[in-house]
């Protein structure tokens, strides 16, 4: 019944490794996101996918990609895991709709979090 | 630019009291989207209520209602006689339609028995 979920929820790794998180949502949206929430709890978008096309690619190390397989998931692997990575990642879904932007703006539902801790 | 500022970092009543959130915002669109998001200890993000720019009136859900001024550039959250549950971070954010959300800092809200 979860309509959008994340795993894992917790992930404690060593720097320099590869990490991957997963999303999943079952609301039959068409776009999803990844934002960053740091240690003082600030809130950032770094990637949108709208069927499954990159959309919004903010200011994000290359070290992070997102891949979308099909629009109800979208995952994020991370190369090279360095300390200051460590945060809570938030996948989220929307109906928002490229081709119709300027129409209704839908909201955005988000997933429970992955909490990544780099030593 | 746009920008959401919520100028309260912490705000700490006794249950039964009512609570006022401030959010201003900046955006230069005439048409853009308000939003409140609750996070309770346990982490997720809650969805609390989505404005338009078109639409000021004041909307009131149980023990929660919001007041959005476009003349002020606000979307101010209250809670209404506090309860310990509502102890959350609650956060403010601007979407003008490009689909990304900007957040305000947050504000904890502690509510002690």
């Known amino acids: 019944d979860t309509a959008v979920s994340q795993t894992p929820k917790y992930l404690v790794t060593q720097m320099g490794n590869d990490k991957s998180i997963k999303c999943e949502q079952n609301?039959?949206?068409?776009?999803m996101y990844w934002y960053k929430q740091d240690s003082k709890k600030f809130l950032k978008i770094m990637f949108s996918?709208?069927?499954?096309?990159?959309?919004i690619n903010e200011t994000v190390p290359n070290r992070f990609s997102p891949k979308s397989p099909d629009k109800a998931h979208l995952n994020l692997h991370i190369n090279s895991l360095e300390l200051g990575d460590s945060a809570v990642y938030f996948c989220?879904?929307?109906?928002?709709?490229?081709?119709?932007?300027?129409?209704?703006?839908?909201?955005?539902?988000f997933g429970p979090g992955t909490r990544l801790l780099v030593l | 630019a746009q920008k959401v500022t919520q100028a309260q970092t912490e705000i700490s009543v006794v249950e039964k009291e009512d609570v006022t959130l401030d959010c201003v915002y900046e955006?230069?669109?005439?048409?853009?989207?308000l939003f409140w998001y609750k996070q309770p200890p346990s982490g997720e993000l809650v969805f609390l209520i989505r404005?338009?720019?078109?639409?000021?009136q004041n909307e009131i859900s149980g023990r929660y209602s919001w007041n959005f001024q476009k003349s002020t550039s606000s979307f101010n959250f209250t809670i209404t006689a506090s309860q310990v549950v509502d102890s959350a971070v609650y956060f403010c954010?601007?979407?003008?339609?490009?689909?990304?959300?900007?957040f305000g800092q947050g504000t904890e809200l502690s509510v002690k028995p």
């Open positions: 989220a879904s929307s109906h928002f709709r490229l081709a119709e932007a300027g129409s209704d703006q839908e909201t955005q539902y």
């Open positions: 609301l039959g949206h068409d776009t």
């Open positions: 996918y709208n069927n499954k096309e990159l959309i």
């Open positions: 955006t230069r669109d005439t048409t853009y989207y």
């Open positions: 404005r338009n720019s078109f639409d000021e």
């Open positions: 954010a601007l979407d003008n339609q490009g689909g990304k959300l900007i």
